[in-house]
Nanobody
């Protein structure tokens, strides 16, 4: 019903930047929340940053001041600008959206396939 497609991952040196993009498509009535999670090797998946409709962005403490989440509601898209990257940011990054679908009329969480971000020292 809803697909999230991510792009923009890759390999970057410490101190560099990357920008991730995620676009949602399908039977979308409204997107209530959209953001990014990550899973580093041997660790649990954690919230990186998210935007809830009508509110400001929330960020993990470890990325505040370095990462920025933004949304384009017209495109059903969310972006993650990552600056001052460090090897500790190496992880698979997942797009997440809380979507109210049109048919059926229901709110569910959806996930992208994940994109690898590797930061070399």
């Amino acid at each position: 019903q809803v697909q999230l497609v991510e792009s923009g991952g890759g390999l970057v040196q410490a101190g560099g930047s990357l920008r991730l993009s995620c676009a949602a498509s399908g039977s979308i009535r409204r997107i209530n929340r959209m953001g990014w999670y990550r899973r580093a090797p041997g660790k649990e998946r954690e919230l990186v940053g998210e935007i809830i409709s009508g509110s400001s962005a929330n960020y993990a403490e470890s990325v505040k001041g370095r990462f920025t989440v933004s949304r384009d509601n017209a495109k059903n898209a969310v972006y993650l600008q990552m600056d001052s990257l460090s090897p500790e940011d190496t992880a698979v990054y997942y797009c997440n959206a809380r979507v109210l679908t049109t048919t059926p009329l229901r709110a569910n969480d959806y996930w992208g396939q994940g994109t690898q971000v590797t930061v070399s020292s």
